[in-house]
């Protein structure tokens, strides 16, 4: 091969990109390799040579023409702040040189998209437009590639195909092609100033090798369809295609096999990252048939119940061989609302050691000793370094705290107080192997069905690892609630019972079920109910509710030293996101606490996220007498009705054999007047109950009698509804 081969100029650029249909006044991503051609007029790169590939592009388009480059600095998934002035951009195959990129992101007038990941930049007219207030996504909606298409733009790949174009990324995000997701990730960006803290949403490929991109089938269709003009350029080509068209034909062939641009084959991405990361495993738990609250904690308290993990789906699966499940999944990336699905994490071995190999702590001793959702990381760190990530309990010197980090991602340890105040070597060596990956989040839903759709929640949260009352002590109540339940067969409401990842998963649940949610009265979330303390009642956002009052009634009757509180003032959990703006269920919260009189005061108890939280804390009696109170508190709800009156004036209780035995029922024998006196169709159970001061229960049984005699009727409380 002559040199002249290996050699391109100037002119030979500038005729290529004519060939290939460029021409003035166009706006054009151009993805680079200037090396790929060969070698630029005998010239090694340099600010000469830079100067001179601009100029050629810019003859091409023209000074009404718009030219972008990718200048990626990936800083938010390196852990970097990302500078939008300052912070380099990444060579690579699919880019130019960094000489180049450095010489054009300092021309004046270019401008520099604020994407801490696939940062572009720009001059030209449609710059501005293209590049400034973008959304915090690098493919997704109003995204550069959306406007750069909406603008009639196109992409063209020098020296590098165009099915490595990085638009082909917002083409899968747009098509949900299956090996691709949606990441959150966070960080800090430098920008006019300030440092302002960001979250951004970007497409990521599941990491199996069977997700690693190749889009050579893509570009042979896309060759074949003449949608795409090429030009022969020293050693390689320049190609490019209008966004429009490249994304049609794309999307047609993505259509036909959604793996078409991926190495494959195609399979489960679950699966297949399951098999890369060694995950998935079940280690073997069974529980007896109905088993009682006690063996259901000793089953399962001690898993590592992340909120995305084989430990969860373990527990999960052990739950629903005590009641009729159906178990929901939400895939890593999915949109929920304004949220997205984490990824799942799995953490093979952590550990601490000295220098010379003596173990400090390690992951297998147990589950707190890292942080949840940690980064992996190894290597010799500094004592001050490793305190930096080292976290202990503020309250309990010997406890391991529990420590996450779902979505500001960092590496960090746990250990105890005690345990740390020995450490005093000048190094450490840290080693944490976990790993991110593709999975699905796990929402458990348990039905009672009642004669009407109308529905009350029950709730409570599966994870937190290696702790019980912080909520696996809300899930067996709730658990042995609901089977109760499915023995009565003359339900007013239906009852749902949603087991689920803290927070994450009721927002999952609620945005895919969004036709139920006029259909939910009411709901009690279930939380720390092992403790040794009265019971509390939160009550809901409105507080005023059929469902606060009912309730509220309930535990005055069944708990004398329980105690209310008003929204958010107590304990908070998943019941914020069921009272939550566009939802405004009114789901109060139930758990053992006591009033938080002083700051100080906080915890919600002693051992609240520590390793403390054994099964110790929570004793048969207390979690079924909470049992109880639940039931009580569903009683409760079914009276939720309101008494109407099928007769004028006081009723002749002999003429209908109207008769109570004050042995069976004091409370309704001495109230009878009192309560037919006040069933005219404004008033439900639980009200009259309150006037009359006595339980519902009592009422409901005199109600009951009347109805029976066909004195009255029910319909549902107006207040339900909304």
């Not at 699966?317 to 949220?339: I, K, N, R, Y």
């Not at 960092?410 to 990956?437: A, E, H, M, P």
Request: proline share 6%; hydrophobic share 35%.
């Amino acid at each position: 091969m002559s040199s002249s081969e290996t050699n391109y100029t100037r002119l030979d650029l500038v005729n290529g990109l004519k060939q290939t249909g460029l021409q003035l006044g166009d706006t054009v991503f151009f993805q680079v390799s200037f090396h790929s051609l060969g070698q630029f007029e005998g010239r090694a790169a340099g600010i000469e040579s830079c100067e001179s590939l601009c100029s050629a592009l810019r003859e091409v388009i023209g000074p009404g023409g718009t030219m972008l480059f990718p200048a990626y600095s990936f800083s938010f998934l390196r852990h970097e702040i990302f500078d939008v002035q300052n912070s380099p951009a990444l060579s690579g195959t699919w880019s130019a040189s960094s000489e180049f990129l450095e010489y054009f992101l300092h021309l004046p007038g270019v401008i520099r998209s604020a994407d801490p990941i696939h940062s572009v930049m720009g001059l030209g007219p449609n710059a501005n437009e293209l590049l400034t207030e973008l959304p915090n996504t690098s493919f997704g909606k109003d995204c550069l590639h959306e406007r750069l298409m909406n603008k009639g733009g196109k992409i063209c790949g020098i020296g590098v195909s165009l099915a490595e174009a990085s638009f082909l990324n917002y083409v899968e995000e747009t098509a949900a092609v299956p090996f691709r997701y949606k990441k959150i990730f966070t960080g800090k960006i430098h920008q006019h100033g300030r440092l302002i803290k960001q979250g951004w949403l970007s497409s990521v490929p599941i990491q199996a090798d069977n997700g690693l991109p190749d889009g050579t089938r893509l570009e042979k269709r896309v060759r074949a369809s003449g949608k795409m003009r090429t030009a022969h350029v020293g050693l390689g080509e320049i190609a490019s295609a209008g966004c429009k068209d490249f994304l049609e034909l794309a999307s047609q062939e993505i259509a036909r096999d959604p793996w078409t641009t991926a190495r494959g084959p195609a399979g489960d991405p679950v699966e297949l990252e399951n098999l890369r990361t060694g995950g998935g495993k079940n280690p073997g738990i069974q529980l007896p048939k109905d088993a009682s609250m006690e063996e259901l904690i000793s089953a399962i308290w001690r898993l590592p119940r992340d909120i995305i993990s084989d430990g969860y789906d373990v527990a999960l699966q052990l739950l629903a061989t005590q009641v009729p499940m159906t178990v929901h999944q939400f895939p890593s990336g999915t949109e929920c609302w304004s949220w997205i699905i984490p990824e799942k994490w799995t953490c093979h071995e952590a550990y601490l050691e000295t220098l010379d190999g003596r173990r400090i702590f390690s992951y297998s001793d147990h589950p707190l000793h890292v942080v949840s959702y940690s980064l992996p990381f190894s290597g010799e760190v500094s004592r001050e370094i490793l305190f930096e990530h080292l976290h202990v309990h503020q309250a309990l010197p010997d406890a391991i705290p529990f420590n996450f980090k779902y979505y500001e991602r960092d590496w960090g340890l746990c250990c105890s107080q005690n345990l740390k105040s020995t450490l005093k070597d000048d190094r450490y060596r840290v080693v944490i192997k976990s790993n991110f990956s593709y999975g699905t989040l796990k929402v458990g839903e348990v039905i009672a069905p009642g004669k009407s759709d109308d529905t009350f929640v029950l709730c409570a949260h599966l994870c937190h690892p290696a702790m019980v009352n912080d909520d696996l002590s809300g899930v067996v109540v709730g658990l042995k609630v609901m089977q109760e339940l499915s023995k009565r067969p003359n339900l007013r409401y239906t009852y749902r019972f949603i087991i689920l990842p803290e927070t994450i998963g009721s927002v999952a649940y609620l945005s895919r079920h969004e036709n139920l949610i006029p259909k939910m009265k009411g709901g009690l979330f279930l939380e720390m109910l092992g403790l040794e303390n009265p019971h509390a009642l939160q009550l809901s956002f409105a507080g005023d509710t059929e469902m606060d009052q009912c309730l509220t009634q309930i535990l005055k009757e069944s708990d004398p030293q329980g105690w209310t509180g008003p929204f958010r003032t107590v304990v908070g959990n998943d019941e914020r996101q069921f009272n939550a703006p566009g939802v405004r269920v009114p789901m109060l919260s139930l758990s053992r606490v006591l009033p938080q009189r002083d700051p100080k005061d906080w915890p919600f108890y002693p051992q609240y996220h520590s390793s403390h939280d054994t099964p110790e804390l929570a004793s048969a009696q207390r979690l079924t007498n909470s049992r109880d109170l639940v039931l009580k508190m569903i009683d409760g709800v079914e009276a939720s009705v309101v008494p109407v009156n099928r007769y004028p004036g006081e009723v002749f209780c002999s003429r209908f054999g109207i008769n109570i035995d004050p042995a069976e029922n004091p409370e309704g024998y001495r109230s009878l007047f009192d309560i037919m006196f006040l069933i005219d169709g404004t008033r439900s159970v639980t009200q009259i109950a309150q006037i009359c001061g006595i339980s519902v229960q009592a009422t409901l049984s005199t109600i009951n009698l009347l109805e029976g005699r066909g004195l009255v009727d029910y319909q549902r409380s107006q207040s339900q509804h909304r």
